[in-house]
């Protein structure tokens, strides 16, 4: 009751007036503190092991031992053959994958926005993957891919196809591991794209079909340009994924047969493994500098593109 | 009349194809799973001659001593925990972001998107955990998601408060109310929406998440879900039918999730990725 007659009595500035006053009693509305919790995780869990890795790859390190050896780490990772493997790799696999799920995933959403027969049931089933456990994924597909048992091959074999071993095949393993990974990961691009399609005016396409545009005319002059801020995101998100994945070639392949199928991030894992965590930490290092150096040019020139429409 | 039938034409084509591709896996799964131990280490697809599913299914739950119903708990804790963290650190941040203008912003933002781009330097987390003491502890875990998962939250709130209006704030000042009420009581219940979407996008993340914990979290103990699939792949070569067993079980959460809140995902998804 005091709180009310308290609050009916007008202050000799009214809360309104001060909200409005000026900019520094309208910010204590916004505290600047509610900045501190996120960002106290973000400086000790990320800033400093980031900051701190450009000085750890620089050392040998047992994590009780720290040795200064200079740029041995990185000599060691640009000469050794198996290593500049993993990073070519990786630039393959990222691009390979992503490129795939933008081209398919864009013919899924337009197939996915068309009036077709059982487009829900279409729509889930693409985007269920997309929730499985990665591990659980390369598990179910190294037995699919099996060369001798697997349904894959049983199903090439009766058709007289020739049945390769997908994952045991030197020049092959990388491709069919970036395959499952484009089968898995096209949902949330053929989703992005969905989105975008539908947020397009009606009005466009039907502006376009009054001209006389076909259908093939309509894609290329209006879904396609208009649907580009959905293009970006989709690029982004893929290669950032693809060139930073692990999970999935560790449980398909575990970078083998011999390095044939490693990336940065399991030779990373491996060098982890054997102890060397110096030259480890360089690879993150590497690994870093990478995807730091594609996508941010990368993103400012979607996000101008963006922004030219 | 030609373009019904074409629709029929494309959509059954559609709904075969995708049987094929994307239910084949599953089905497989679940064929595996009801085998005995010889016949699932055929790896073929096929009907099993015996069902042995709930047999398969005590196995895996008994095996290690119990090992995956401690990594389910594991998991289950590690989820909640992670997530809540996430939700409510992140929300405080892409709101204040969104609504304060200051100097800083810029800076903030480059930060939010490093967060984003940057993959974690592994080895110096370990030694940072190592320091602080949480290294191979469940907390230590929940605060690795957490700030792993903090960028892309952050964005969609960023997103989604710009949306809010203004006016809210000034009316729920206006009814005497300080910052932390008003943020608590007046702008994280608007943000609902996009509460949900977090909440399952990460949940989804955390749960499946294998790299975090075999680097953070070794131990048989500590195992997570995921870990447990690595284990019985590595130990038990002839038990494919325990191992199919347990990408079923850990498959389960997610489906569920899915299920329930499948509309959420989607446009809470699509909203955030467009705009961020």
Known sequence: MTATLTRAVPPTRTPKEQFKRGRRSRASFYPSWFYIPASALYVVLFAVPTFASFYFALTRWTLFDVTFIGFQNFVQFFQDPQLTQGFIHTFEYGFVTSAAKVVIGLALALLLTSPILGRGYLRAVVFFPVLVSTIGIGITFKALLDPFHGIVNGALGLVGLPQPGWLTDPNLALWSVAAVDIWKGVGIATLIFIAGIVAIPQEYVEAAKVDGAGSWKVFTSVTLPLSRPAMGTVIILSLIGGLRSFDLIWAMTGGGPGFTSDVIASVIYKQYQSGFYGLSTAGNVVLFVVVTAIMVPLSAFLNRKGKDL | ?276
């Open chain 2, 1 to 276: 009349m030609n373009r019904t039938a074409q629709r029929w034409v494309i959509g059954t084509v559609a709904i075969v194809v995708s049987f094929v591709v994307f239910l084949v896996p599953f089905v497989f799964i679940i064929l595996q799973a009801a085998k005995d131990p010889a016949e699932a280490a055929d790896l073929s697809f096929s009907l099993p001659t015996k069902w042995v599913i709930w047999q398969n299914l005590v196995d895996v739950l008994q095996s290690n001593d119990g090992q995956v119903v401690r990594s389910f708990i594991n998991s289950g804790i590690l989820t909640v925990a992670s997530v809540a963290v996430m939700v409510v650190i992140a929300a405080m941040v892409g709101y204040v972001l969104q609504r304060k203008p200051g100097r800083l912003n810029p800076l903030i933002n480059f930060f939010v998107l490093a967060g984003l781009i940057v993959p974690p330097a592994v080895v110096p987390t370990i030694w940072v955990l190592q320091g602080i003491g949480l290294f191979k502890t469940l907390p230590g875990m929940i605060l690795i998601e957490a700030t792993f998962g903090l960028s892309f939250c952050i964005l969609l709130f960023r997103a989604f408060v710009a949306t809010i209006p203004r006016e809210l704030d000034e009316a729920a000042v206006l009814d005497g109310s300080g910052p932390i009420r008003l943020f608590f009581t007046v702008v994280l219940p608007l943000l609902r929406p996009v509460v949900i979407t977090v909440i399952l996008v990460q949940s989804v993340a955390v749960f499946n998440d294998f790299a975090g914990p075999l680097y953070f979290l070794p131990g048989a103990d500590n195992s997570t879900v995921q870990l447990t699939l690595y284990n019985f792949q590595s130990q038990t070569l002839s038990q494919y039918n325990l191992l199919f067993m347990d990408v079923l079980l850990i498959t389960i959460p997610p489906l569920i999730l899915y299920i329930f809140f499948n509309r959420q995902i989607v446009a809470g998804m699509t909203s955030g990725a467009i705009k961020g």
